[in-house]
């Protein structure tokens, strides 16, 4: 039964170029969650999605960010024209339910840098 | 809004020493808290959770928390700290104030050094 599993484990963009990070969720899990942790920093919400829908992308930059959950494949947080400033690490979380209720699994993380 | 509160960004402890880990959130109703650790490099593994009931909570890796309804806290503890245990921990809260929910909260973390 494997965990959450984010591709790839590092990264790394030139300014400018388009980064894609991946999830593929719990099996069973229809709730994922990204998260960006900057260096000394905690984790910081992004966006929260179901199968096919943005539940909320409050947490998420209005310029060059976007996320998706497609019907079928991970959950992809696509960034364009990447600066220096979006390199972080970037952590996908699922649930099994609404709230966490049934808890949180987290992802290893994708570490972008970008140069 | 909610947040999350570590006061503590960096702790050493002695191997064998006791540890606690300190947390405060802000929320009026019952909290859905958790504490995660993060090795370096790593991502977060689950600790413990409190939704409700029993106010002290045991976890994995010997830990435990107490949730504190009147000092809105829910600190961390361990009897005897392992050189293993080095690691950051962060306390997060559930979102629950409005708007969309289910999204977690952190603290920025506590950073654990362990002395031989």
């Known amino acids: 039964n494997a965990g959450v599993m984010q591709n790839p484990r590092h990264l790394v963009r030139r300014r400018g170029q388009e980064a894609r990070l991946r999830c593929s969720p719990m099996?069973?899990?229809?709730?994922v969650y990204w998260y960006r942790q900057l260096p000394e920093e905690g984790l910081k919400f992004m966006v929260y999605?179901?199968?096919?829908?943005?539940?909320?992308e409050s947490g998420m930059p209005k310029e060059r960010f976007s996320a998706e959950f497609p019907k079928e494949g991970p959950s992809i947080l696509r960034i364009q024209q990447v600066v220096r400033g979006d390199s972080a690490a970037y952590f996908c979380?699922?649930?099994?339910?609404?709230?966490?209720?049934?808890?949180?699994?987290f992802g290893s993380g994708t570490r972008l840098t970008v140069v | 809004a909610q947040s999350v509160t570590q006061p503590d960004i960096h702790i050493t402890v002695s191997e064998g020493a006791s540890l606690e880990l300190r947390c405060n959130y802000s929320?009026?109703?019952?909290?859905?808290l958790f504490w995660y650790v993060q090795s370096p490099g790593q991502g977060l593994q689950l600790l413990l959770k409190?939704?409700?009931?029993?106010?002290l909570v045991q976890g994995i890796k010997g830990f435990e928390a107490e949730f504190k309804r009147s000092q809105s806290s829910f600190n961390l503890r361990k009897p005897s700290v392992h050189w293993s245990d080095a690691a950051e921990y962060f306390c997060a809260v559930v979102r629950q104030d409005g708007g969309s929910q289910g999204n977690l909260i952190f603290g920025k973390g506590t950073k654990l050094s362990v002395k031989p």
């Open positions: 099996k069973g899990h229809s709730h």
């Open positions: 409190y939704f409700s009931g029993d106010t």
């Open positions: 999605l179901q199968k096919e829908n943005i539940i909320d």
């Open positions: 979380a699922s649930s099994g339910g609404a709230q966490g209720l049934y808890g949180y699994t």
């Open positions: 929320y009026g109703a019952t909290p859905y």
